[in-house]
DNA sequence: CAGTGGATGCTCT
DNA sequence: GAGCATCCACTGT
């Protein structure tokens, strides 16, 4: 899942046509004690039981939207957040939906990144190699940074973020 | 700059 | 009833 979750910083992640390369990313696994699916199945966390290649969207306290892309065999339970992007298609679209100028602000953070692709719950389950998706290959190899992963509680140190280093558009810099 | 607190809805204890 | 894989506006240096 690791190596999965390295390989898709720099590809190109497409929603309706808006959106950009990604520049970093989070690994969550089944015996990972901040992953949702650390205590098995329920309803909200079924797509990221299933296979590969999936979304599980969620909604986070209460307002926003966060995009996981699944990666684990069918049944595990492993996905990778999708934490921020550098903007590359539909700017204008993106703008409008963030009410924000700046390219940094489009999507720079899981919330603020599906709000500017337009992913919402309706997203959750659908395949990633289907319309609106669209993954495209990295083209080159960014350099890539391990370090720990934000905004949670438990499993603190676990370097499972995966970012492109010196990139502008992370949602927090890489510590150095 | 840094730090704090509110919004808001759903899941799990 | 607590606790979030967050973001933004506001405060005080």
């Known amino acids: 899942m690791h190596e999965v979750a390295r390989d898709l910083v720099g ?76 903007p590359t298609h539909g700017l204008e679209t993106m703008r409008e939906r963030r009410g924000v100028e700046e390219v940094k602000l489009l999507c720079s953070g899981p919330g603020r990144l599906c709000e500017a692709l337009g992913v919402t719950l309706v997203h959750d389950g659908l395949a990633l190699d289907e319309p609106p998706f669209k993954l495209l290959r990295r083209e080159a190899e960014p350099e890539v940074v391990a370090t720990t992963r934000v905004g949670i509680t438990r499993a603190v140190d676990l370097p499972w973020r995966y970012a492109v280093r010196g990139s502008d558009y992370l949602s927090r810099p890489v510590p150095s």
């Open 11 to 86: 590809a190109t992640l497409l929603v309706d046509g808006a959106g950009g390369v990604l520049v970093e990313v989070e690994a969550y696994a089944p015996d990972d004690p901040a992953s949702h699916s650390y205590r098995g199945r329920t309803a909200r966390n079924a797509a990221m039981f299933g296979p590969a290649g999936y979304a599980y969207v969620y909604r986070s306290y209460g307002i926003h939207h966060c995009l996981n892309l699944v990666c684990g065999p069918d049944g595990e339970g492993a996905a990778v957040l999708v934490r921020a992007l550098e």
